[in-house]
């Protein structure tokens, strides 16, 4: 029997096709309306962002598949190269200093991992 909590969970994908610096792009319903998430691992931490850059609301991966910088190190944003911490959000640019990604609540259960956000939904 599925309780509520267990409905919420939106699957991703399996923990071990998930490695450090690696991300997926999962199509979804947030607040109701279309958008994307990233969901990416970290020095070893899985986290979740809504794609969407706090410069402009454009897609982080909007001019290139790629999230990350050149170092691998941070996330970018493929139009006007914003950076951000990916275990905060946090942007590290001058621009929009201070200023973070939406952060989605996500979480590994037995070997899955999981976006859990309450105003998250499977997309249709």
Not at 62 to 76: K, N, T
């Amino acid at each position: 029997m599925n309780t509520i909590r267990e409905k919420r969970k939106l699957a991703v994908c399996a923990s071990a096709d998930l490695d450090d610096q690696q991300h997926r792009i999962v199509p979804l319903l947030f607040k109701g309306e279309p958008h994307t998430a990233i969901l990416l691992r970290h020095e070893g931490q899985v986290y979740a962002y809504l794609n969407q850059c706090v410069h402009m609301v454009r897609r982080l991966d909007c001019m290139h598949d790629a999230i990350f910088d050149e170092g691998r190190e941070r996330l970018r944003c493929s139009m006007h190269g914003i950076v951000y911490d990916p275990t905060t959000g946090e942007s590290l640019s001058v621009l929009c200093a201070g200023e973070k990604l939406e952060a989605l609540r996500s979480t590994e259960l037995d070997g899955q991992v999981y976006i859990t956000d309450k105003r998250v939904k499977r997309s249709t």
